[in-house]
């Protein structure tokens, strides 16, 4: 069936540098799509959405670029801090299925110092 | 700012017993969730809701019943605990399907069952 996935299981930053997440997705009817930060005992806190419509939405230090022409999400985090460690979850949302999110496997983040 | 919040935080279980995971959310949302998330997975819809009186599958619904009498609360029913079902369970809400809101969860429940 129709999935979203993940490149890299697990990114290490310095601390202060940029962070790229990234996410493939296969459905092309896909209309919205969100990212998630799961840190550990928690459940996943929604950090940025961006609609099929639009390339690129920017938030405070977070960034999500859409490239529908491969099928490619990514997260960019400015100036990584400690605190941004934790699991990235991406997910598709297929406003037709009843607002069902499938979930990528998610990318593990470790922040050094 | 309760949010989504889920009951109880932890629960070990022996096989064959039945349990009810808690639910509740104070933000008037419509749509409520049900996941579980295995150790290093993704998450994996079980049921969902609509709106008060309205439950459907999502992939995974085998051994799970839902039932939502209220806008408030949707409790997750396990009849016969099996080991398969050990995993953290997670209850999402969102306002409605139109617009596209994001879903907003509850910290989870860990469930082990022996």
């Known amino acids: 069936g129709e999935s979203v996935g993940l490149h890299l299981p697990t990114l290490s930053v310095q601390e202060g540098d940029n962070s790229i997440i990234n996410c493939a997705y296969s459905n092309s009817a896909s209309d919205y799509f969100i990212w998630y930060k799961q840190e550990s005992g928690k459940g996943p806190q929604f950090i940025i959405d961006i609609r099929s419509n639009m390339d690129k939405r920017q938030g405070q230090r977070v960034t999500v670029l859409l490239n529908k022409t491969v099928k490619h999400l990514s997260l960019q985090i400015a100036a990584t801090q400690p605190g941004d460690s934790a699991v990235y979850f991406c997910?598709?949302?297929?406003?037709?299925?009843?607002?069902?999110?499938?979930f990528g496997g998610g990318t593990r983040v470790l922040v050094k110092p | 700012n309760a949010g989504v919040t889920q009951t109880p935080k932890f629960r070990i279980l022996k096989i064959g017993q039945s349990m009810t995971l808690q639910c509740a959310q104070d933000m008037n949302h419509n749509y409520m969730y049900w996941y579980r998330q295995d150790p290093g997975m993704g998450l994996k819809l079980i049921y969902y809701?609509?709106?008060?009186?309205?439950?459907d599958k999502g992939e995974v619904p085998n051994g799970y019943n839902v039932s939502r009498s209220t806008t408030e609360d949707f409790p997750l029913r396990l009849e016969l605990a099996a080991p398969s079902q050990t995993s953290v369970y997670f209850c999402a809400s969102s306002k409605t399907a139109r617009n596209n809101q994001p879903q907003h969860f509850g910290d989870g429940t860990r469930l082990s069952i022996l």
């Open positions: 997910a598709e949302n297929l406003k037709a299925a009843g607002n069902k999110l499938t």
């Open positions: 809701s609509v709106g008060a009186g309205i439950t």
